[in-house]
């Protein structure tokens, strides 16, 4: 059966190689059990159809596409599942979550795992998008909308990208296509109120 | 028609054009939109990746603001309009949510302000018959792709907007204007949204798969309605022209934008000169059919 579906496919049986080496959890709690925790998604449901990785628009250029993800969960893999390249390359398109016959809520879980990897310190990945993430959410902070001047600027800083797209910078400012200054107007009391419950959560979290 | 409207953050900024077409249209067929005072960011896909709390929470600012004014939460930014569904389906399904959200706040909320998209009013409340009354202008049977990108239409179960693999909204607002809407096979593709800055090579990679596409399926432009995919699949262009070499120069405006010139208002007013592509051919060819 399988060899029948490999030759229609016109797949080399050397090109299709399905192993996935894991390594045992170390901690007393494992990463798939605190996905559950998080999302209350039940991961056992997954039967490997692979719908999401092909609606999936960045599988093609990722290493670890989001069913192998699950697999690699429902294995109970140990820290390196946090490595995982998918999980900085996901764009949240949810189309993954859209398309699971079992609905799993796999745009669900791809955020848990990014907020176990960030709790863990695990590996950033390309373009270092914990970074830029941080720096866009503390200018919401700050001003309760966001900045993108001062946003950019502590991305650029942080990841070293000092000359990324300033090539459109003179254009972007003769068409005021981007603010010069800061937003005013949000009520910043009740954004410094959740961001402050929200660090109080996380450390009581740890 | 009075509603209150979220204008979102990259309306004060990257999204100016699609602020300002939006106030245009509105006011030009009767719909009343009212700023909710202090409206706060809804926390975007940075807020969502980061805590769950959170994302529910800062989408909460706003909706509690709306709760008081008692009237519909209208939104333009389908990256807006999906954080505030899901921050209200989360509230009201997940008490533990809807209690840490209130903690967070300092107010309880049940999670019931209404949340449309400006779309969704368009079509549902103004109606079809009521917009082509008010057009002093046509498309003129311009070919024009509707792109709905990722956020309004997923998942289907939180936006219930429209059908979540065929959408057809946008294109029928383009053939009420007298234009040609195309059938083609990337409406709901994602242009990788907020990874526009931290993995330029991913969306270019994917925004040049979009508007080749959208060219090869006889496009002269691209319709939107969300100011991410509007700026990745606009400013991008540069990019894929460096990079890849190929030069789609492919004009991407709002459907608010379409919608203003065929309405016969001021193109000053609709923020057209902020494009990067420039959608001097698009704008030719509606003056010259009225």
Redesign the interface.
Same mark, same amino acid.
């Given at each position: 059966m399988v060899r029948v579906r490999l030759c229609l496919l016109n797949i080399e049986l050397s090109e299709l190689d399905m192993t996935i080496t894991i390594s045992k959890n170390k901690s007393a709690r494992s990463i798939a059990q605190r996905v559950r925790e998080i999302t209350g998604v039940d991961l056992s449901v997954c039967y490997q159809c692979r719908k999401c990785t092909s609606g999936c628009p960045v599988s093609a250029m990722a290493k670890c596409p989001p069913s192998e993800m699950m697999r690699r969960l429902h294995l109970d893999m140990g820290e390196e599942l946090l490595d995982s390249d998918i999980l900085w390359m996901c764009v949240s398109c949810e189309t993954c979550s859209t398309r699971c016959p079992m609905g799993i809520d796999v745009a669900a879980v791809m955020d848990a795992l990014r907020k176990i990897a960030m709790e863990r310190g695990a590996v950033k990945g390309e373009g270092n998008v914990p970074l830029f993430n941080k720096a866009f959410l503390k200018t919401v902070e700050v001003f309760g909308r966001t900045y993108d001047l001062a946003m950019i600027a502590a991305y650029k800083l942080g990841s070293r990208k000092l000359m990324a797209d300033t090539e459109k910078f003179p254009t972007m400012l003769t068409k005021r296509k981007i603010a010069l200054l800061p937003p005013t107007g949000a009520d910043r009391k009740m954004v410094r109120r959740i961001f402050k419950k929200t660090k109080e959560n996380k450390a009581a979290d740890k | 028609m009075k509603y209150s409207y979220f204008p979102g953050?990259?309306a004060?900024?990257?999204a100016?054009d699609m602020h300002e077409s939006t106030l245009a249209v509105a006011a030009a067929l009767g719909v009343e939109l009212v700023e909710p005072?202090?409206?706060? !960011?809804c $926390?975007?896909?940075?807020?969502?990746?980061?805590? =769950?709390?959170?994302a529910a929470?800062?989408p909460a600012?706003t909706l509690i &603001?709306a709760a008081d004014a008692g009237l519909d939460l209208i939104v333009n930014c389908a990256a807006c309009y999906n954080r505030m569904k899901v921050a209200n389906h989360e509230i009201a399904t997940n008490q533990q949510v809807r209690a840490?959200v209130a903690?967070?706040?300092?107010r309880d909320y049940d999670g019931s302000v209404k949340v449309r998209h400006l779309l969704e009013v368009l079509l549902e409340d103004v109606g079809i018959d009521a917009i082509t009354a008010a057009l002093r202008g046509s498309l003129a049977g311009m070919k024009v792709a509707s792109y709905y990108g990722?956020?309004l *239409? =997923?998942? &289907?179960e939180v936006t219930g907007f429209d059908d979540?693999e065929n959408p057809t909204s946008l294109d029928r607002l383009i053939t009420a204007m007298g234009g040609t809407a195309l059938d083609w096979p990337h409406k *709901?593709? !994602?242009c990788? $949204?907020?990874?526009s800055?931290? =993995?330029?090579d *991913?969306v270019v990679?994917?925004t040049d798969s979009i508007v080749g596409m959208a060219k090869a399926a006889g496009a002269e432009c691209i319709a939107v309605s969300c100011p991410m995919c509007q700026i990745n699949l606009d400013?991008r262009q540069?990019d894929i022209a460096r990079i890849k070499g190929t030069r789609h120069e492919m004009p991407v405006l709002y459907i608010t934008q379409l919608l203003g010139l065929c309405l016969g208002l001021p193109a000053q007013n609709l923020g057209l000169? &902020?494009l990067?592509i420039s959608p001097a051919r698009v704008v030719k060819a509606v003056v010259n059919a009225a």
């Open positions: - | 953050c990259s004060e900024s990257t100016r005072h202090g409206w706060t !960011c $926390g975007a896909t940075a807020g969502h990746q980061t805590d =769950r709390v959170l929470a800062l600012a &603001k840490e903690e967070a706040t300092g990722c956020l *239409v =997923r998942p &289907k979540p *709901v593709e !994602c990788g $949204g907020g990874l800055m931290s =993995r330029t *991913v990679n994917l400013m540069l000169n &902020k990067m």
